[in-house]
């Protein structure tokens, strides 16, 4: 899972932090001809110009502040660079894939626009490649370059094929269900049917030379954690068996942290089932990584601290869960375009999970970044006077931390109508907007809980809710379609519903209720647990048709940080 939320380090942080956008080649021949009725441009298509004005494309560019990145990497060995710098080149490639997981003809469409006679060329290859596609992603993915709508399920199904055709042809061939609900195949038609085709064969032309990569960097080391890593990755790349890789990559050790391969759902929005190819290519820092290592020791306790009963609590899954504080230094595919990750909790594979917990690793460099240019000057727009001052950096950073730790919380596989199943299964493309939010406000819980038992400063508590309150309406620029402004737009409708609140007309800011807020935040927690743990897909719908929306009030101030950018466009260096 990621954290989009913005947030700090209690520990030394370098704003410094961003990535660049891989520019998107040109599709070749062979690839054209292999893009089928399912992604083909309909008809109607008319890429001639833009779909939005010069005037809507400057706003939409204005909404990302570029910021150079460059983190001091001089304590590393020449090896060690060599290996990063050849990891680099991965990135790359999952960047390649990525760009046609959103959809086949991207690679077309960006030709287009850059060889053709369009109004706005610039602008709109700049804001092409800043968000994969011809889809603004912080406005539910409008067209902005032509008019074809982006598909639910993005490029991983057929553009035209419904859930009720998917789901009949399952019910139907009850033998195809592993492959067609598996997260490394897409689906294609066959005739008058359907048929999932591997990872490992669709996106060959990408995996194929990213496998050799990770083999040559395997050589390179002299880590043998990390030589186990990319020799067991590299050899994923080409059977679609990504277990015995994620499993090593939880044993990592050295400097070197790379998350390279399929690993979120957030782009099938048709049913959460598919991952989408990206790569973080970090670099630890031991002394602010031991400075967080302490509460990875607390998850017991907070599982079992949890507000509801026994049955939803989890103690299946392991509690190892290191935590890493790092240094972004290059990025590829899914981690690239629109909102950047400030951190991530990896593996989602439940099976590792239970064995040995998750990695979350922070991202200082990228986390600093928007502290500084976003989450620092929000306060005044969102809240009264006299409480806009109580934001404290470390409690950005602490509700990162919690929120990543939280992922590893609270229901992951379940027993339901007497089957062994897991939560994300059961609530399909609900999953990911009820776990992002469920992380948001189980780790602001776990975070009150550590200042019950004196491990952070009980006398600081309304500091932290202010903070936290602020940073819902950070996500909720994201789009509350998107699954972290989703997930935080429903926190905010139910602390509105407890009078957690109040909207001061004189100002038009809020008031916080911190005495209430404190119990809602205990209420929520425990109500997100029960719909995640009974699995109930019309339950979880039901909960987010009722909640996961905004009233007037919260438009209002989200409508007035136009002022501020709404997330940052990092770029880093090629190699070091």
Not at 133 to 147: A, E, R
Not at 274 to 284: D, G, H, N, P, R
Not at 353 to 373: M, Q, S, T, Y
Not at 494 to 511: C, L, T, V
Request: aromatic residues 10%.
């Amino acid at each position: 899972m990621k954290v989009l939320l913005i947030a700090s380090l209690a520990v030394m942080i370098v704003a410094c932090g961003g990535e660049t956008t891989s520019t998107p080649t040109p599709v070749d021949e062979s690839v054209a001809a292999s893009v089928d009725e399912a992604t083909a441009v309909p008809d109607e298509h008319n890429p001639a110009i833009p779909a939005a004005s010069a005037e809507a494309l400057g706003v939409m560019r204005d909404q990302f502040a570029i910021v150079e990145m460059a983190p001091d990497m001089s304590f590393l060995s020449a090896e060690e660079r060599a290996v990063i710098n050849k990891l680099n080149q991965v990135g790359v490639l999952m960047s390649e894939i990525y760009l046609r997981q959103r959809s086949e003809m991207n690679p077309a469409w960006r030709e287009e626009i850059a060889s053709g006679d369009i109004a706005n060329k610039e602008l709109a290859l700049d804001l092409f490649d800043l968000h994969f596609g011809p889809w603004d992603t912080l406005d539910h993915n409008k067209p902005f370059y032509g008019d074809t709508a982006m598909p639910e399920g993005a490029a991983f199904y057929p553009a035209d094929m419904t859930r009720e055709e998917f789901e009949g042809w399952v019910e139907a061939h009850p033998e195809d269900k592993d492959a067609f609900t598996s997260g490394y195949t897409v689906i294609r038609r066959d005739g008058d049917g359907l048929v999932a085709i591997a990872y490992s064969e669709h996106y060959r032309e990408w995996l194929e030379p990213a496998a050799v990569l990770m083999r040559e960097a395997a050589e390179m080391t002299s880590n043998a954690s990390l030589k186990q890593f990319l020799s067991l990755r590299s050899d994923a790349f080409l059977n679609d068996d990504y277990y015995a890789s994620e499993m090593a990559w939880m044993d990592l050790e050295g400097p070197i942290e790379a998350a390279i391969g399929p690993y979120e759902v957030y782009t099938d929005n048709l049913f959460g089932y598919k991952t989408a190819f990206e790569a973080f290519i970090t670099v630890k820092n031991p002394q602010e990584s031991a400075a967080l290592s302490k509460y990875k020791h607390f998850l017991r306790d907070m599982e079992a601290n949890l507000p509801v009963e026994e049955r939803y609590k989890n103690f299946k899954r392991g509690f190892e869960s290191p935590i890493a504080a790092a240094y972004q230094v290059h990025g590829g595919g899914d981690n690239v375009p629109g909102v950047q990750t400030i951190a991530f909790n990896l593996p989602n594979d439940e099976r590792v999970r239970e064995a040995k917990g998750a990695k979350k690793v922070i991202l200082n460099n990228v986390l600093g970044a928007k502290f500084d240019r976003i989450l620092n000057p929000m306060a005044e727009a969102v809240l009264v006077d006299e409480q806009a001052g109580l934001l404290v950096k470390k409690y950005m950073a602490g509700e990162t931390l919690f929120h990543e730790l939280a992922h590893s919380l609270g229901p992951g596989s379940i027993i339901k109508d007497g089957a062994e199943t897991s939560v994300s299964a059961e609530l399909k493309e609900l999953y990911t907007q009820t776990e992002e939010g469920k992380a948001d406000v189980m780790g602001a819980y776990n975070i009150l809980y550590m200042m019950q038992r004196g491990e952070m400063p009980a006398a600081e508590k309304d500091s932290f809710l202010a903070t936290y309150f602020v940073g819902l309406f950070r996500a909720m620029r994201f789009g509350i379609n998107e699954a972290h402004g989703r997930g935080a737009a429903f926190q905010y409708s139910y602390f509105k519903e407890a009078g957690a609140f109040a909207w001061d007309s004189d100002a038009e800011k809020f008031r916080i209720n911190f005495t209430v807020l404190e119990q809602a935040i205990s209420d929520l927690t425990r109500d997100i647990i029960i719909v995640q743990g009974d699995g109930d897909y019309d339950k979880a719908k039901a909960f987010l048709d009722t909640y996961a929306k905004l009233d007037a009030n919260a438009e209002h101030i989200i409508a007035s940080l136009t002022y501020l950018p709404v997330d940052i466009q990092p770029v880093y260096a090629d190699a070091l």
